[in-house]
T-cell receptor
Framework: EAQVTQNPRYLITVTGKKLTVTCSQN?????MSWYRQDPGLGLRQIYY???????DKGDVPEGYKVSRKEKRNFPLILESPSPNQTSLYFC????????????????FGSGTRLTVV | AQRVTQPEKLLSVFKGAPVELKCNYS??????LFWYVQYSRQRLQLLLR??SRESIKGFTADLNKGETSFHLKKPFAQEEDSAMYYC?????????????FGTGTQLKVEL
């Protein structure tokens, strides 16, 4: 089954303790992205990646890191989490065409609900 | 700057009534446009893309370049349409590889 898999689904952690949220897709998609979803703010893009070793900042990258060493994986790293990073996080992937000039729309993961206390 | 506006946070309609979820965009160049739906406690799902001009679950959306709008419409709302809907134009200009979502509209279909 074609899917985007995130882990964990839920995580409660303490301020400053480094954590990684994993994301893996089995569709050979070039484009992957991380979003956070907050009430009243909708979805905001954190980072995205056009392909292996190609990443770029989205609209709210502060406090986050990503890497794209393999095409299928795009982990989100919080080096020193803070309470304002409490949110629902979604990973998404998409195939692209024409050298990155367009894409077909995302397949989303199930989400990771992160609470930082 | 690229901007997407969904002016309604909540839209409540009765079952069988027409639905129109508004989305306006401000982009230079020609955007690609998508609508996504998120049912309660579920992941976001792609509902439709304007390029394919498809109709999914009875919903359609037409790109109106004059009004810079991409409103989502359905002639007769069903209870199972209750969900959060996000408009997502994507700019194609100057390295526009971001997919920027609107703030979403919660659709509630009442019996």
């Amino acid at each position: 089954e074609a899917q985007v898999t995130q882990n964990p689904r839920y995580l409660i952690t303490v301020t400053g303790k480094k954590l990684t949220v994993t994301c893996s897709q089995n569709m050979n998609h070039e484009y992957m992205s991380w979003y956070r979803q907050d009430p009243g703010l909708g979805l905001r893009q954190i980072y995205y990646s056009m392909n292996v070793e190609v990443t770029d900042k989205g609209d709210v990258p502060e406090g986050y890191k990503v890497s794209r060493k393999e095409k299928r994986n795009f982990p989100l790293i919080l080096e020193s989490p803070s309470p304002n990073q409490t949110s629902l996080y979604f990973c998404a992937s998409s195939s692209v065409w024409s050298g990155g000039a367009g894409h077909y729309g995302y397949t989303f993961g199930s989400g990771t609900r992160l609470t930082v206390v | 700057a690229q901007r997407v506006t969904q002016p309604e946070k909540l839209l409540s309609v009765f079952k069988g009534a027409p639905v129109e979820l508004k989305c306006n965009y401000s982009y230079s160049g020609s955007p690609e446009l998508f609508w996504y739906v998120q049912y309660s406690r579920q992941r976001l799902q792609l509902l439709l893309r304007h390029i394919s001009r498809e109709s999914i679950k009875g919903f359609t959306a037409d790109l109106n370049k004059g009004e810079t709008s991409f409103h989502l419409k359905k002639p007769f709302a069903q209870e199972e349409d209750s969900a959060m809907y996000y408009c997502a134009p994507k700019g194609l200009t100057g390295g526009g590889n971001k997919l920027t979502f609107g703030t979403g509209t919660q659709l509630k279909v009442e019996l």
